[in-house]
């Protein structure tokens, strides 16, 4: 898959605007999921976490649904703000203590002032 | 302010010339990981540790090696560089390494070039 500054996919909303990312994730037998932001020039940062017990949870202006059935997350931004400008990785693993993270390929999301 | 500290942030070195980039937690984190970067290729594993002088290898070892002798410092060792590690790294830290969170906290990163 494709990773950050390279021909992502580009989703762009006004801010105020609801926000919903997409990612399909490969391995039927993950069974944790995890949302990172990484803004240019940083870390990703954690943002929402979900088990495979689970088919939504909520955070603060952030929901995250998982269809285990179609292998899909998506991550729900509730007004979206210029500083949401980012771009959004889902990470998949079986939550053993290797914790490998297997990384989406990334949306960019850009907020229109 | 709890934090991943990597060092250097920038750093273009040569083919051979062995090299370290440290990394340091400050939240007495038992877990430990690094990551790369790569256009096309997401990031990936290198490798991790459960907790002190525990360490294994993750998806793309060869080339690196690493350290836990002290729960806070996680180096990765770079031997003889070649072009081919030409990446970003990011180091990675979570409390536990199994259990209730499985939050990262990623450090900010560090851009090698080899030459």
């Known amino acids: 898959g494709e990773s950050v500054g390279l021909h992502l996919p580009t989703l762009s909303v006004q801010e105020g605007d609801n926000s919903i990312i997409n990612c399909a994730y490969s391995n039927s037998a993950s069974d944790y999921f995890i949302w990172y932001k990484q803004e240019s020039g940083k870390g990703p940062q954690f943002i929402i976490d979900i088990r495979s017990n689970m088919d939504k949870r909520q955070g603060q202006r952030v929901t995250v649904l998982l269809n285990k059935t179609v292998k899909h997350l998506s991550l729900q931004i509730a007004a979206t703000q210029p500083g949401d400008s980012a771009v959004y990785f889902c990470?998949?693993?079986?939550?053993?203590?290797?914790?490998?993270?297997?990384f989406g390929s990334g949306t960019r999301l850009q907020v229109q002032p | 302010e709890a934090q991943v500290t990597q060092n250097p942030r920038y750093l273009i070195t040569v083919t051979g010339k062995k090299l370290t980039v440290t990394c340091s937690q400050n939240?007495?984190?038992?877990?430990m990981s690094w990551y790369r970067q790569d256009p096309g290729l997401g990031l990936r594993q290198i490798y991790y540790s459960m907790n002190v002088e525990v360490t294994d290898k993750g998806d793309v070892p060869e080339g690196y090696k690493v350290s836990r002798k002290e729960k806070r410092n996680f180096p990765l060792i770079l031997e003889s560089p070649s072009p081919n590690q030409t990446s970003l790294y990011f180091c990675a830290s979570s409390l536990k390494a199994q259990g209730d969170t499985g939050e990262l906290f990623f450090g900010e990163g560090s851009r090698l070039t080899v030459l």
């Open positions: 939240m007495n984190h038992e877990y």
């Open positions: 990470a998949e693993t079986l939550d053993t203590g290797r914790r490998a993270l297997t």
